[in-house]
């Protein structure tokens, strides 16, 4: 059985039956794919954490790397670019050398899900990981959370009722006397095509966790 103190799965982490079936369908069919739980990426003693939902399968199932390879890896790291949060070039694959500054990124459930959509059982069982993320580092000040699933997941790793802290995008909730949870839409390619999210909002709310991090808000 995986470790539960350590932030990232095993390999051939075995936890989700439905996800071990998938992920070993994926490997019968793209075997030069990462097709594993996708680590964590980043500065592992950043104040910024960042929390996706799951890997896509162009993106981080392919490539190993959180957000790399799909739609929604090209919104987030030139945002991440544009405020001090990362430093090369990023060329959409694990070896682009990208570098994160004061930032982690991970995702709520670390396996690719059928349809993207992980079910309440998997996200349940992938939690102890994210917790241990979130417990990384003393110097964590801001979680970013991108969607709804994301954030209830942060919320349930410290204990905090969701009745009290809904979703809204661009909100702040005072997790502890330290630690500062943001909202934000999903910066997925669903999400900017419809004009849920624009580029020029996600960024705002990137500028915003940078703000807090500075201590102007």
């Not at 998938?22 to 097709?35: I, T, V």
């Not at 890896?73 to 990362?86: D, E, I, Q, S, T």
């Not at 959409?92 to 059928?114: K, M, S």
């Not at 959370?145 to 009745?163: D, F, N, P, T």
């Amino acid at each position: 059985m995986p470790n539960p103190l350590s932030s990232n799965p095993p390999h051939d982490c075995p936890l989700c039956p439905r996800l071990v079936e998938f992920r070993n369908y994926q490997q019968s069919r793209y075997p030069n794919a990462h097709n594993q739980p996708v680590a964590e990426f980043g500065d592992p003693d950043g104040r910024l954490l960042i929390v996706g939902l799951a890997p896509g399968q162009r993106g981080a199932n392919s490539t190993g790397r959180p957000f790399t390879g799909d739609y929604a890896g090209k919104v987030l790291y030139p945002a991440l670019l544009k405020f001090g949060f990362a430093r090369g070039v990023f060329a959409e694959n694990a070896d682009d050398g990208l570098e994160l500054i004061d930032c982690r990124i991970t995702n709520a459930v670390r396996c690719l899900p059928p349809q993207n959509r992980p079910t309440a059982a998997e996200i349940n069982q992938c939690r102890p990981f994210l917790k241990a993320s979130i417990g990384t580092s003393d110097r964590l000040r801001v979680i970013l959370a991108l969607g709804r699933i994301a954030h209830e997941s942060v919320l349930r790793c410290h204990g905090h009722s969701l009745a009290g802290h809904p979703f809204v995008h661009g909100q702040n909730h005072v997790i502890d006397d330290k630690l500062t949870l943001v909202d934000s839409y999903h910066c997925s390619q669903y999400n900017i095509f419809t004009r849920r999210l624009s580029v020029e909002q996600f960024e705002s709310i990137v500028s915003h966790c940078n703000l807090i991090l500075k201590n102007i808000i």
